[in-house]
């Protein structure tokens, strides 16, 4: 399976009953993702992010993380496959094994 993931700009506001909590924006987000014989990659990059935080106790400082520039993050991640079955004879049954790359 492969999938190519394109946002624009995406908005999330958190709410409380009494108030507003937080808010979150990012935008220019592009992604690839394959799944191929059980191994999951993801590439992509984050063009900017920005988090607020509106609550009564952020009045003094609301802008608690804020990127720069055109691109705040490039992301490159591979998972291998998790669990191995591996069958030879009657002395082995399966190995269980956890991989990662650099």
């Known amino acids: ?3 190519k993931l394109s946002i624009a700009s995406l908005s999330l506001v958190l709410n409380k009953q009494q108030y507003e909590l937080a808010r979150a924006q990012v935008s220019n987000v592009a992604s690839d993702i394959v799944a191929r014989d059980g191994n999951l990659a993801v ?3 984050l063009g900017s992010m920005l988090l607020q935080d509106t ?3 952020g ?3 609301r802008e608690r993380f804020v990127t720069t520039g055109s691109q705040a993050l490039v992301f490159d991640f591979f998972k291998y496959i998790t ?3 591996i069958s030879a004879g009657n ?3 399966f190995l269980n094994s956890q991989l ?3």
Do not use: I, R
């Open 1 to 3: 399976m492969e999938m």
């Open 43 to 45: 590439t992509g990059q």
């Open 55 to 57: 609550s009564p106790h």
């Open 59 to 61: 009045a003094l400082y």
């Open 83 to 85: 669990l191995l079955d």
């Open 91 to 93: 002395d082995l049954n």
């Open 100 to 102: 990662f790359q650099n």
